[in-house]
């Protein structure tokens, strides 16, 4: 079978937990089917099979070597750490803890996905998660009035993004500070919503949109050497 059917390509999206899990890991490591497969000592029709099909029950010492070649654990594959917070796992013997310059930070920021808004309000400092887009080098995401995210308006908040890798003890954290504004214009209200591609996932009419404007940009990594 081509390379481009069992590879990089995913025409059938994985289905299950353990075949979303198996595709993420390698989508997160950059590996194909094929790759993933050949580290693993098994066939690539094999692993599409345990990534598409929902019954796919591997033995243990598949599950094992898998959890090798992707450098994760069984735990992570199988999602028995699912309700646990990341950063459980043993610190690494040999670490190295580095700034990340402003372009890092950029890049790792991405174009969406999920962070965490710190906004000032009446009863204390909260933090809260929000599906957010980076457009035009600013932080964006929708909500509804009268939730903290909205509370954010008109206040210097801080917006963080990290991830934290248990199996190889090693993670990222990028930190932003910034002044929040509610986009009213209709014109940047239309912009976002074409550009923006984070909803949010607990539905309902979250249709007002909050930008951040980057004050400041920091971030660290630690790695195992």
Same mark, same amino acid.
């Given at each position: 079978m081509p390379e481009q059917a069992m590879g990089k390509r995913t025409d059938a999206s994985p289905r299950g937990d353990l075949g979303r899990r198996i595709a993420q890991r390698r989508a997160e490591l950059g590996l194909t089917r094929r790759e993933t497969a050949a580290r693993a000592g098994t066939s690539a029709s094999y692993l599409r099979h345990l990534e598409e099909n929902?019954?796919?029950?591997?033995d243990a010492g598949v599950l094992l070597r898998l959890a090798g070649a992707l450098h994760t654990t069984v735990t992570e594959l199988t999602g028995g750490n699912v309700d646990l917070p990341p950063g459980l796992g043993r610190a690494a013997g040999h670490r190295r803890f580095t700034e990340l310059s402003a372009s890092e930070c950029r890049m790792l920021l991405g174009t969406h996905g999920v962070g965490r808004v710190g906004v000032p309000t009446a009863s204390g400092p909260a933090i809260v998660p929000v599906n957010y887009? *980076? *457009?035009?080098?600013?932080? *964006?995401?929708r909500t509804a009035p009268g939730t903290t995210p909205w509370q954010a308006r008109g206040r210097l908040v801080a917006f963080e993004v990290d991830r934290v890798d248990d199996a190889l003890s090693q993670g990222w954290s990028v930190l932003v500070r910034g002044d929040a504004r509610v986009v009213t214009e209709p014109d940047d209200v239309r912009r976002l919503e074409e550009r923006a591609y984070s909803a949010p996932w607990v539905g309902g009419g979250r249709d007002a949109w909050v930008r951040i404007h980057p004050v400041s940009i920091t971030g660290r990594r630690i790695e195992s050497r």
């Open positions: 929902p019954a796919a029950a591997p887009s *980076v *457009v035009d080098g600013e932080i *964006v995401y």
